[in-house]
């Protein structure tokens, strides 16, 4: 089996139900539709779509002797997702963590892909398991396109995803709002079902680019549920035209980013009083800043910081300037949490008074007990 894959493309979003999956599957058919050899990857372990919005409910991906062979859409575009594996499309997939990353990296390794210009990669919401995994499995990913809708309920969980990509260092190709506005096939006259303009904000939060606002469309429903991408199904549509001008944005070539520990460098660190954790990272006496490789998943170092002098704003700062990409707390105010955010820092709170390696370890395993932010100034 060789596998030559030239670009690696992930679509994610840190919100469900923002329509990602037929943004990845209308990208695919687009770049197919532009002489493209085209994979399609869902990664979407608990929910996969693909198969439907494909219209290949009830085909079964099959052993070769080189390994699994994608389903063909056609000559241009292959698919491959666990819902092609399931006997019974109501079976619900109760997995952990190990044994989605042993799925993820056999649709990665023992697929028979062949020569690619583009596997797309469909991501499930959020930033946990599967899409660590993926980042992890791929070694080298060309660039990121993040899907939102415009309200600020999803423009929430998004920036999130943003922040994901900016911490593992992979570049974002752009942002892309769907459901933005509804325009009446018989008056065409625009209404805003959702209010906010989720993808400019987030485009100028974080210096990404805004590659275009998708519509709502009825016959984009339409299409989801007949099985056929909207590229084929209305292409002269001003939907179909939105979603062209929006993929036609990206860059041509991306560049690749090439998976080095030092970019995918993971600090996580922990307020410290009395060796254990603080109740409020403010009134710590010395931060642990433990580092982890993020493939084994093993503590490779741990240094003790005396912090600076406490006072709004200078603790995020500081802690971005040491490297860290991740903050455990046990209680942290709605502001500082901002800050932290703007600093490209996870923040995880509520969590119990132990020591750096006891919540590293859990919070590496899946395992780390989370309560009540105990501070919410």
């Given at each position: ?9 992930l ?6 139900g ?6 990845a ?24 779509s ?11 991906l ?32 109760i ?12 649709f ?5 892909w ?27 990913i ?14 929430l969980d ?8 900016k911490?593992?260092?992979?570049p ?6 769907n459901?933005?506005g ?17 993808a ?9 680019p ?16 007949a099985?056929?991408?909207?590229m ?23 560049k ?12 996580i ?14 009134h710590?006496?010395?931060f642990a ?11 490779t ?36 949490q ?40």
């Amino acid at each position: 089996m060789a596998n030559s894959i030239e670009h690696r493309l992930l679509v994610m979003s840190g919100k469900g139900g923002v329509g990602k999956s037929s943004i990845a599957v209308n990208l695919a058919v687009w770049l197919a539709r532009q002489g493209k050899q085209v994979g399609l990857l869902d990664v979407d372990i608990h929910g996969p779509s693909i198969p439907k919005l494909l219209g290949l409910e009830g085909a079964r991906l099959q052993a070769g002797d080189d390994g699994i062979e994608p389903l063909a859409f056609d000559r241009a575009l292959k698919a491959v997702s666990i819902g092609l594996m399931l006997n019974n499309p109501n079976e619900a997939v109760i997995w952990r963590g190990p044994m989605k990353h042993n799925l993820i990296q056999q649709f990665v390794e023992n697929v028979c892909w062949g020569a690619l210009d583009y596997l797309v990669v469909d991501c499930p919401p959020g930033t946990g398991d599967e899409a660590l995994s993926t980042v992890q499995v791929l070694g080298a990913i060309d660039g990121v396109l993040i899907v939102t809708t415009p309200q600020d309920l999803a423009v929430l969980d998004v920036r999130k995803c943003v922040t994901f990509c900016k911490q593992l260092s992979l570049p974002v190709l752009g942002v892309i709002e769907n459901m933005s506005g509804f325009v009446c096939p018989h008056c065409l006259k625009r209404t805003d079902v959702f209010a906010g303009t989720g993808a400019e904000r987030i485009a100028a939060d974080f210096n990404v680019p805004h590659l275009g606002s998708i519509p709502l469309d009825p016959a984009l429903a339409l299409a989801c549920d007949a099985g056929k991408p909207f590229m084929d199904f209305a292409a002269d549509s001003p939907t179909a035209q939105a979603l062209a001008h929006a993929f036609g944005r990206m860059p041509n070539e991306p560049k690749r980013q090439i998976e080095t520990k030092e970019n995918h460098q993971m600090k996580i660190a922990i307020p410290l009083a009395g060796g254990r954790l603080s109740a409020h990272f403010g009134h710590c006496e010395q931060f642990a800043l433990v580092s982890v490789d993020p493939e084994s998943k093993i503590i490779t170092e741990q240094v003790l910081l005396n912090p600076p002098p406490h006072e709004p704003g200078v603790l995020p700062k500081w802690l971005a300037e040491q490297g860290a990409t991740a903050i455990i707390a046990g209680g942290m105010g709605q502001r500082a949490q901002r800050l932290f955010a703007d600093n490209n820092i996870e923040v995880i709170v509520g969590a119990p008074a132990e020591t750096p390696e006891e919540l590293v370890s859990n919070y590496l395993a899946g395992a780390l007990k989370t309560g009540e932010n105990i501070c919410d100034h």
